[in-house]
């Protein structure tokens, strides 16, 4: 059995080194609390099934925005990334999350099956867009997983609209991609935008990164539950962001996955349904100790 090892830094973040290798029961106790991720292979998990569940639709600040829902309990919004569709999410990843709480994954303006209109595309306008969804679809609020773009995305909804958030995962993050650190994925976005071959929705969303003004000011103050997750092999939001972000948000949680890449959930959908399920069903707070 692989050890999950914890430390924890200074403003009260607590930081798990997980490895994929984490298939047995496991589980330890840090200074700011205890995680027990659950044993994998004593679990079978049931898929969801994009062919087999209608795309609705909900009209969201003058666009129609595409959704599907699977499973029930608690309300939990999956915000996807840059260039990324409903049919991009792992199906097993997903029936994870689903088998505890009621998920809703959709597209962004311009992208997959929602429409468009002519609104200058920006980070804070998705944010807008993910809260008003909350509103249509009967919410007032919601568990929020946001990944890569949708991690930006989710960090400007907590700081814009943070009543409309519950608990928040951030996946594969960063906080501007202007930094140093982000340089690979600034140089990808920066060729989409200017790729005239890219459908329109894509070249959107890049036009909202290149001109979003990050959120590193506005992270102290998310009084969320907020945990990081990211593997140690992503060159595209690589884990020192993540661990820089964690020490902006006072009491959040880290994790990260030894040796996996950007958006980890594609190449190991049980560790991280499982991570994100032991997170949202945490009655404690690392604030609270």
Request: glycine share 10%; with cysteine.
């Amino acid at each position: 059995m692989s050890k999950i090892s914890m430390s924890k830094i200074p403003i009260y973040a607590l930081v798990i080194a997980a490895t994929i290798c984490l298939l047995a029961a496991a589980e330890s106790t840090g200074g700011s609390g205890t995680i027990n991720l659950a044993g994998t292979s004593a679990i079978t998990y049931q898929p969801v099934s994009f062919s087999g569940t209608p795309v609705q639709y909900a009209q969201v600040n003058g666009v129609s925005l595409g959704y599907r829902e699977f499973g029930s309990g608690e309300p939990l919004l999956m915000i996807p990334g840059f260039g990324s569709i409903m049919e991009n999410w792992n199906e097993t990843f997903l029936g994870i999350l689903a088998s505890k709480y009621h998920v809703y994954i959709y597209d962004h303006r311009g992208m997959g099956h929602s429409g468009d209109d002519n609104a200058t595309p920006s980070i804070s306008q998705y944010a807008d867009d993910a809260a008003a969804l909350m509103t249509a679809l009967g919410y007032g609020s919601m568990n929020v997983y946001g990944v890569s773009m949708g991690s930006s995305i989710a960090q400007q909804l907590a700081i814009d609209h943070p009543e409309r958030v519950r608990k928040l995962i951030l996946d594969s993050s960063t906080y501007s991609i202007r930094i140093p650190e982000a340089k690979v994925l600034f140089n990808t976005i920066e060729a989409a935008a200017s790729n005239s071959t890219m459908p329109e929705g894509i070249r959107e969303e890049a036009r909202a990164n290149l001109a979003w003004n990050g959120s590193y000011d506005g992270l102290s103050g998310i009084k969320n539950d907020v945990m990081l997750v990211v593997g140690t092999n992503d060159v595209l939001t690589p884990d020192p962001i993540s661990v820089r972000m964690a020490g902006q948000i006072n009491g959040s949680w880290l994790v990260r996955f030894k040796g996996l890449p950007h958006v980890g959930s594609h190449y190991a959908p049980v560790e991280y349904g499982e991570n994100a399920l032991t997170f949202l069903g945490m009655d404690e707070s690392p604030l609270s100790k």
